[in-house]
């Protein structure tokens, strides 16, 4: 469904996933990023904060200068 979804929107994976590592975040948290904002998720629920919910304003630019929409991202206690 991801590859579908990057192909429906002409997405290039590598890419933004690379953008977001050069940016600071983990492979594997870019990955949880690109497919949030690619299915349009309401929110991201993360216990990482050092790289995700304090990374929120570096990786919502990169989505957005990549035509991506932005994602909310929050911790547990804040749903």
């Keep these: ?5 990057c192909e429906e929107l002409n997405v290039d994976y590598e890419l933004i ?5 050069n940016a600071g975040i983990k492979r ?3 990955a949880l990023v690109l497919i949030a904002s690619l299915f349009s ?4 629920v993360t216990f990482n904060r050092k790289h995700l919910k304090n990374n929120k304003n570096k990786i ?5 200068k990549n035509g991506l929409k932005k ?9």
């Design 41 to 44: 998720f309401d929110y991201l």
């Design 60 to 64: 919502n630019e990169v989505l957005k």
């Design 28 to 30: 594997e948290d870019a």
């Design 71 to 79: 994602i909310e991202i929050v911790e547990p206690n804040e749903i």
């Design 17 to 21: 996933l690379n953008k977001l590592e």
């Design 1 to 5: 469904e991801i590859k579908e979804k």
